[in-house]
């Protein structure tokens, strides 16, 4: 079992920054890789970043070059880093753990076994 808590996010000014975490509990976070996905009201959840465990990443095409996904084995944790951020921003973000190496695709949310709560991100204009 693993539980995935967010925090980080908040209220932002456009062209401001955000860095979202997302800590672990258990002994298993090991096992997984990681994603970030957000949902803005009456919208489907969409794909943001993943991390694997080898290091690769992958990211949305609404946030290339702007977001960056990272992980601290150390504590359990995934990171966002979220620069030049725009109003469409704004939605809750969730965490997400998928086995790894897995052959699952990391843009599909069907795909993970675990989610966290989410965390609201708001940019205004």
């Known amino acids: 079992q693993v539980q995935l808590v967010e925090s980080g996010g908040g209220l932002v000014q456009a062209g401001g920054s955000l860095r979202l975490s997302c800590v672990s509990s258990g002994r298993t976070f090991s096992m997984y890789d990681m994603g970030w996905f957000r949902q803005a009201p009456g919208k489907e959840r969409d794909f943001v970043a993943a991390i694997s465990r080898r290091g690769d990443t992958y990211y949305g095409d609404s946030v290339k070059g702007r977001f960056s996904i990272s992980m601290d084995n150390a504590k359990n944790t995934v990171y966002l880093q979220m620069n030049s951020m725009k109003p469409e921003d704004t939605a809750v973000y969730y965490c997400?753990?998928?086995?790894?190496?897995?052959?699952?695709?990391?843009?599909?949310?069907?795909?993970?076994?675990?989610w966290g709560q989410g965390t609201q991100v708001t940019v205004s204009s």
């Open positions: 997400a753990a998928v086995p790894k190496y897995t052959s699952r695709s990391y843009y599909d949310r069907t795909s993970y076994d675990y």
